[in-house]
């Protein structure tokens, strides 16, 4: 599935895309159940950032100084 979000600083649109495993974990997450970093390890730190706050990669390279998904595509 995709799972939408947008970046608050450049107001940019994007989404990542999950396995229904994932997915679940997702809910989870969203109910406030477990940290993102406990839930998805297999993620990288760019992809994890994008699901807690919607980051997008450009934004997340200014502020980082590194960005890189595969996962993620961005509008
Ligand atoms: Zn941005």
Request: proline fraction near 3%; include cysteine.
């Amino acid at each position: 599935m995709k799972m939408y979000n947008h970046c608050d600083l450049c107001g940019k649109g994007g989404y990542i895309k999950l396995t229904a495993e994932q997915s679940e974990k997702l809910s989870q997450y969203h109910m406030g159940d477990g940290l993102v970093q406990e839930l998805f390890p297999e993620l990288n730190p760019t992809e994890r950032e994008f699901i807690k706050t919607g980051m997008c990669m450009k934004c997340q390279k200014m502020m980082f100084g590194k960005a890189e998904s595969k996962l993620i595509t961005e509008r």
